[in-house]
């Protein structure tokens, strides 16, 4: 993975993605970071990284990659200050900048970009992440490739053709590590009510949910069979899964849950 990257943002996921790339070998020399606020470039240094507070500075850079790791309100201007890095050289435009579809980053940069647009979720601090991809018609094949070498250095890496199932993505995977932490939080105060301590409840339910999903990830069995095989008939977990799965309520639940958070992703895609 060697390519010259210009990573605006340097935030939580900013510095995320740096941790991957420098423990993958990617040189130091070749990131050069973008961000107006000084603590960010603050820590830019502490990474080795050379930085600017806005790209006009780092004009001189010439990247294989802009990487945009904006929010989604600053992502217009930001866009703006690219132009001159873009036009020509027809460098990979990487965004993970939630929300905002190709068609709004093409508006600014113009219709022969190189776009690819990114939905990585919260674990990708840990190096634990998942993220999907989908890519403008510019993009050509070794800028896929980089792409996707990129965000495989937090985690796991899919892609969709259809940018229309990324509010799906975002409902399930983007979204998705709130509802593990919505389980976390209601299994501990289950185990509390049961007469578990507070302390040892939450290290229970935290291990165990961590524990349960790498399990599932590293079996690649289906879900469903996995919950088969640890339900005795008659016993504790069956007696818990009763309740959970009457009337088909938590599954109809979640669904719910993941239709109104893809429906909503489709409204602010459309602001």
């Keep these: 993975m060697q390519a010259r990257i210009l990573l605006i943002g340097f935030g939580n996921m900013g510095q995320a993605l740096v941790r991957g790339w420098l423990d993958h070998g990617l040189d130091a020399a070749s990131i050069h970071i973008v961000d107006p606020d000084p603590l960010a470039l603050d820590a830019a240094q502490e990474f080795g990284l050379a930085g600017s507070r806005d790209a006009a500075e780092a004009a001189g850079h010439s990247p294989d990659v802009v990487l945009l790791a904006v929010k989604p309100a600053q992502l217009i201007d930001v866009l703006r200050n690219c132009r001159p890095l873009v036009a020509g050289a027809r460098p990979l435009c990487l965004s993970i900048a939630a929300g905002k579809p190709i068609a709004s980053i093409a508006a600014e940069l113009g219709d022969d970009a190189a776009i690819v647009r990114a939905m990585p979720n919260t674990p990708a601090a840990i190096g634990r992440g998942m993220t999907v991809l989908t890519p403008s018609a510019r993009v050509d094949p070794r800028q896929r ?127």
């Design 145 to 271: 490739g980089l792409a996707e070498a990129l965000m495989s250095a937090v985690g796991d890496v899919a892609w969709v053709d259809d940018e229309r199932l990324m509010d799906a993505v975002t409902a399930v995977s983007g979204s998705g590590p709130a509802y593990v932490f919505l389980l976390i939080e209601a299994l501990t105060r289950a185990g509390v009510a049961a007469g578990l301590d507070a302390q040892l409840a939450r290290r229970l339910a935290t291990v165990t949910t961590a524990g349960a999903g790498a399990y599932a990830e590293a079996s690649g069995d289906a879900a469903a069979e996995l919950r088969r095989r640890v339900t005795s008939p008659g016993g504790t977990t069956e007696a818990a899964l009763h309740i959970l799965t009457q009337d088909d309520a938590f599954a109809a639940l979640l669904e719910r849950a993941v239709l109104a958070a893809a429906e909503r992703s489709r409204e602010l895609s459309a602001d």
